[in-house]
C-alpha cells in the first residue's frame, strides 16, 4: 500500500500501529507514525514525553561542513513496556585483551577492503601469542582473522598483534561482531567489539547518552536499569546510527554489581556504543583513599564497606579493560581511558575527566589535565599529517572549558595551535 502522507510507513505498517494513512503524526506526540511502528507503540493514542534524553547529531559533508543536534526525549509509553530486570548470565570480565574493547569497539568499512586493525592483550612476549581468532555475529555470520604481525608495545606494555579479516569473496557482511581470540590454548571473547559498515555514509548520525547512573550509591545494583533499556530499544528500533557515545557517569558509585549491570544493557545494543568514565564511577577509589589515609575515614560506613570488600576502581577495567589509543605510537604517557577512534575522515577523541581536577596550571580547565591537552594537540598533527583527518570532536564527563569570559579565551587555547 502508498504512503500517502510520505511519513516512511505504508497503509499496511499505518494500520498495525494504529496511525492514520493520511496524517503524518496521527497521535502528536515525540514520534511520528512510521516511528511508532518501528517503535512498537501506538500512533493512535498520544502519550507524554519522559525525562529520558538522548542526543542525535547528524554530521553532514565537508562542502557543507556543519552538523545539526537535537535532543529527543522516550514516550512514557515506551518506558512502560521496559522491564528493570536483566540477566547478568551473559556478562564477564575483560579477560587479557584491552583492545577492542565493548565500550571501545573497532568500526571497519567494507567498502574500504581495509579490514585490519590491531589486537592489544596482556602476556609474556615471546611465549604468549595469538594462534587464531574471527569475529562472529548473532545470526552465526562468522569470518576467521589472519594474523600478519605481533610486537611488544613499550608505551602501554602490551603485546600488539595486526589482524586482517578474511573474506574469500572480498565482501563482509554489515554489523556488530563479537570478537573471538585463542592466545596459547585458552578462546577468549569480546564482545560487540567489531562493527563493520557496508560503507561510510556522508551525511552520518550518532547519538550521545550521559548520566546513565546505573544503581544508588550502594544500597542498589539495578536501579535505572530500565530507563538505559528503554534508551537502548528507542535506538535499535527507530534511530539506528553508526554509534553511540556515553559520556560518563556510567554507575552511581563504580560498584562491581552495577558494572556488571550496565554491561548488561550494553549487550542489549544493536549498535556500536564508546563509553568513558564520569565522577560517579570514581566514587568507590575515592572512598578508598580518603579511607585508608584517615582512620576517622574508615568509621564512614560506606568507606569501610568497600575498603573491607576490595572494591575499587579496577571494577571498571575488570569489565571494560583499559582503552589503548589504537593507532598511534607514541603519544600517550601510559595506558589509562582516554583514546581516539576515527569514523572515515572524522576523529573522536574521548577523554577520561578522571575525579573532576580544579587545576591551577594554564589553561585552566575543569576537567583535563595540561598533559591530556598537549595529548590532544599531539593526536591532531599526527592525525592531519599521516591520515588527512581534518575535523575532530572531543568527548569528556567534566567539561573542559569555562562559561565565562575567560573560558571563552580559553576555547581558543584548547581547540587551536595556541596551545
Given amino acids: 500500500?502508498?504512503?500517502?502522507?510520505?511519513?516512511?510507513a505504508d497503509g499496511s505498517e499505518e494500520k498495525d500501529c494504529?496511525?492514520?494513512?493520511?496524517l503524518t503524526n496521527t497521535d502528536?506526540?515525540?514520534?511520528?507514525?512510521?516511528?511508532?511502528?518501528?517503535?512498537?507503540?501506538?500512533?493512535?493514542m498520544w502519550s507524554p514525553s519522559i525525562d529520558l534524553y538522548y542526543r542525535v547529531v547528524t554530521v553532514y559533508d565537508y562542502l557543507d561542513d556543519y552538523m545539526e543536534t537535537r535532543v529527543r526525549k522516550l514516550l512514557e509509553e515506551e518506558r512502560e513496556k521496559t522491564s528493570n530486570k536483566i540477566s547478568l548470565s551473559d556478562v564477564s570480565p575483560a579477560g587479557p585483551i584491552h583492545?577492542?574493547?565493548?565500550?571501545?569497539?573497532?568500526?571497519?568499512?567494507?567498502?574500504s577492503l581495509d579490514w585490519s586493525f590491531d589486537i592489544h592483550f596482556e602476556g609474556k612476549?615471546?611465549?604468549d601469542k595469538i594462534h587464531s581468532g574471527y569475529i562472529k555475529k548473532d545470526d552465526g555470520k562468522r569470518y576467521d582473522l589472519e594474523i600478519s604481525k605481533t610486537y611488544y608495545d613499550k608505551y602501554s606494555g602490551l603485546i600488539r598483534a595486526q589482524v586482517c579479516i578474511k573474506s574469500p569473496i572480498l565482501s563482509v557482511e554489515s554489523g556488530l561482531y563479537d570478537l573471538y581470540v585463542t592466545i596459547n590454548s585458552e578462546e577468549y571473547k569480546v564482545p560487540h567489539a567489531v562493527q563493520m559498515f557496508s560503507k561510510y555514509k556522508t551525511p552520518f548520525k550518532f547519538i550521545q547518552i550521559t548520566d546513565t547512573h546505573i544503581g544508588n550509591l550502594i544500597f542498589s545494583s539495578n536501579n535505572n536499569?530500565?530507563?538505559?533499556?528503554?534508551?537502548?530499544?528507542?535506538?535499535?528500533?527507530v534511530e539506528h546510527p553508526e554509534f553511540v557515545i556515553i559520556t560518563g557517569d556510567l554507575t552511581d558509585f563504580g560498584t562491581k554489581e552495577q558494572m556488571e549491570y550496565f554491561k548488561a544493557c550494553m549487550l542489549k545494543s544493536d549498535i556500536p556504543i564508546f563509553t568513558t568514565p564520569g565522577n560517579h564511577d570514581y566514587y568507590l577509589e575515592q572512598?578508598?583513599?580518603?579511607?585508608?589515609?584517615?582512620?576517622?575515614?574508615?568509621?564512614?560506613?560506606?568507606s569501610l564497606y568497600h575498603y573491607l570488600s576490595g572494591d575499587d576502581l579496577t571494577n571498571y577495567a575488570h569489565y571494560y579493560g583499559y582503552y589503548i589509543n589504537p593507532w598511534v605510537d607514541g603519544l600517550y604517557d601510559c595506558w589509562g581511558y582516554d583514546y581516539t577512534f576515527t569514523y572515515n575522515y572524522d576523529m573522536f577523541i574521548v577523554f577520561d575527566s578522571k575525579w573532576g581536577n580544579t587545576l591551577k596550571d594554564p589553561p585552566h580547565t575543569?576537567?583535563?589535565?595540561?598533559s591530556q591537552l598537549q595529548w590532544m594537540k599531539n593526536i591532531q598533527d599526527y592525525a592531519r599529517n599521516h591520515f588527512g583527518y581534518l575535523r575532530t570532536f572531543v568527548f569528556t564527563h567534566a567539561t573542559i572549558v569555562g562559561h565565562d569570559d575567560q573560558g571563552t579565551h580559553h576555547v581558543v587555547r584548547v581547540f587551536t595551535d595556541k596551545l
Fill in 1 to 8: 500500500m502508498d504512503d500517502i502522507d510520505r511519513d516512511g
Fill in 99 to 111: 583492545y577492542p574493547a565493548i565500550g571501545n569497539p573497532v568500526l571497519l568499512s567494507s567498502a
Fill in 225 to 237: 536499569v530500565g530507563d538505559l533499556l528503554a534508551i537502548i530499544n528507542r535506538i535499535n528500533r
Fill in 18 to 22: 494504529g496511525g492514520d494513512p493520511a
Fill in 125 to 127: 612476549y615471546g611465549s
Fill in 287 to 302: 572512598c578508598i583513599k580518603k579511607g585508608a589515609k584517615n582512620l576517622l575515614g574508615l568509621l564512614n560506613p560506606v
Fill in 366 to 370: 575543569a576537567g583535563l589535565t595540561t
Fill in 28 to 44: 502528536g506526540d515525540e514520534l511520528n507514525d512510521w516511528e511508532e511502528y518501528k517503535a512498537g507503540t501506538d500512533a493512535s
